[in-house]
């Protein structure tokens, strides 16, 4: 299965997000809900994408609250609605294992490890990470937690993919955000660990996240198709 775009509705305002649902629905396999169109509409926000013909949600509110907590919040009937939700993967397994045991079997959960806005650098200096451990140990471990936890996959960036792959195989699904095509320029961009659809694709993720590249261009539409063009180029 050639790898698959995912397009996060990074919008408030949830007419705007509608209207890209109606413009990408036939060439994005996934729609992301995220924090922005989450706060701003509540559970409406998944309804309505699903109405407007987006067949598959990932609700990405990265959970991360104590175990008791984020089980009682998966309880509502929208998390059947979903395909994906999120739970940060820092804080051990308790977190994942409630998060797993609570949903339905047709919604997935995704570990995410670490973030793709933050370099080596900045985990030092936050999470005091101690000298001669990286950013590669520290995802693989994070990811060890997720797949022990019962994680259908995990989010991570395209530099940690490979690794990734050649630990679990194809046992844990990967989302990669934090990818930028060539052409794309993101003004005031807060990706650090960054990749292009190919290299993704070539270094086995399953889905990619794709937002302002698209979002911001002034052809939407075309965009994904460049984007697409170039992950299919692979397998032909
Ligand atoms: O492509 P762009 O940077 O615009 O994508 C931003 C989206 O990717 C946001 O919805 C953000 O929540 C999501 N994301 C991220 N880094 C992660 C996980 C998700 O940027 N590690």
Redesign the pocket.
Known sequence: MPVQIIF?L?FSDLKEALKYVHLLKDRIAIF?V?LELFVSNGPDAVREVLAAGGKRIFL?LKFHDIPETVRRALRSSLIEKVEFITVHTGDGTALLSAAVKSVSPGTKVLG?TV???LSEEELKKTLLLREGITMKELVLHRARMAKDAGCAGV?CSGHELSLIREQFGKGLMTVV???RPLWSLVEGDD?RRVVTPRDAALRGADYI?????VRDAKDPVGAVEKILEEINMMNS
């Open positions: 996060p990074d992301k995220g990405d995410v973030l793709t806005n989010v955000p934090g990818v990706q996240v794709v937002g302002r590249p």
